[in-house]
């Protein structure tokens, strides 16, 4: 968990994507300071393990000349750092040209482009292909995150075809090549309202994998809000949804509100048994709650059952009597690792060099 630090940034951001999960747009104002980013960053390298920072959003370079000092930071602290942007910024090719070399003097390691048919009904592309560019002119690892949904026109053909260049599929595995890499996945409907979206209105995935699975995402990163919130979440929950937002760093240390999240029984059933588990448990209490036949991916059905009244009711009368399984369950899961982690020194230590 403490290896990577995520800013949620700010909730501001130039446009307003019909999917946005964090809520973000024109009329936020909430956003952390350059002081309380580099407060929390000297905080958690503390602790001896942080690798990479990210600063996602809403929309990061709102935060202007605080960004590119945080991050010159991070660097001079010998850390990994990430943007996520919608490039909006990219005007042209010189300004795209003249950010992007500003960003990479000052000790950037890497930046994703958002570009989808949602995000393109507000950022014209060619602003993606000057960033683009500029990436490629200047060796800077870049990666375009992608979503694709039922008749999207952005394709990753046309996308190829606009950038004029072959867009290799991003691996998590492999190291990132240096740029024209693509991450691509479904739209996941999870913005306010967006669960009343017609089964026949999304694109889902063959498998049903996608959504049945535990949440691995969860408690892998300290992810800080703009209002100063440790956050188990990045994003694809409306952050109104108080299960997945804990205290201010104002009023609690990161220890307390880290080990808040650890203890919290609906985090460690979403990390053990994921969304899957609380619909099977919902039903079990109401079968004659509906939900969808599938969904594209555990954040999916997530968001409904944080979002929903009559899930939510169920939870709040019934998950109490879910506590002593899930302790026991998140116990054995401790037991097992901390066995494998036992198990792989011993092998390293006894194997002959
Ligand atoms: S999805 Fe990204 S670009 Fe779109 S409104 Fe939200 S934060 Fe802004
Ligand atoms: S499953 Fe829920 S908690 Fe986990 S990443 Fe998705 S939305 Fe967040």
Redesign the pocket.
């Known amino acids: 968990m403490l290896s990577n630090l995520v800013f949620s940034t700010t909730y501001q951001c130039p446009i307003s994507c019909r999917y946005c999960g964090a809520e973000c747009g024109p009329r936020e104002t909430a956003r952390l300071s350059l002081q309380d980013m580099i407060t929390i960053v000297d905080h958690v390298f503390s602790y001896g393990k942080l690798e990479l920072v990210v600063f996602t959003g809403g929309e990061p370079f709102l935060l202007g000349e605080d960004l590119r000092r945080c991050v010159e930071y991070c660097a001079k602290k010998g850390l990994l750092t990430r943007i996520v942007t919608n490039g909006f910024w990219a005007k042209n090719p010189q300004t795209a040209r003249e950010i992007m070399k500003t960003y990479k003097e000052s000790g950037l390691t890497e930046i994703n482009f958002s570009c989808d048919d949602y995000h393109q009904e507000f950022i014209p592309l060619e602003r993606i292909k000057y960033a683009n560019d500029a990436c490629l002119e200047l060796g800077f690892p870049a990666l375009i995150g992608h979503k694709t949904m039922k008749g999207c026109t952005l394709s990753i053909d046309y996308l190829e075809q606009f950038l004029e260049v072959k867009l290799a599929r991003f691996d998590p595995r492999e190291k990132n090549p240096d740029n024209n890499v693509v991450s691509t996945g479904y739209t996941v409907p999870?913005a306010k309202d967006m669960h009343l979206i017609p089964d026949d209105e999304i694109l889902y995935p063959p498998s049903d994998y996608h959504w049945k699975a535990p949440?691995s995402?969860?408690l892998q990163r300290v992810i800080i809000t703009p209002r100063k919130e440790l956050s188990?979440?990045?994003g694809?929950?409306p952050r109104g949804v108080k299960e997945?937002v804990f205290g201010s760093l104002d009023d609690y240390t990161l220890e307390e509100l880290i080990t808040m999240a650890h203890n919290d029984l609906i985090v460690n059933w979403?990390a053990l048994e994921?969304?899957y588990g609380l619909m099977k448990f919902i039903l079990l209490k109401d079968s004659t709650i509906p939900f969808r036949k599938q969904y594209v991916?555990?954040?999916h059905?997530?968001?409904e059952i944080?979002t929903r009244k009559d899930c939510r009711k169920i939870l709040s009368e019934h998950a109490h009597e879910k506590a002593l399984e899930i302790s026991l369950e998140r116990c054995l899961y401790d037991y097992m690792r901390t066995k494998e982690f036992k198990e792989a020194t011993v092998l390293t230590e006894s194997t002959p060099l």
Do not use: D, Y
Request: net charge neutral; aromatic share 0%; with cysteine.
């Open positions: 999870v949440c995402s969860i188990i979440c990045c694809m929950i997945i979403l994921g969304p991916n555990i954040c059905l997530c968001s944080l």
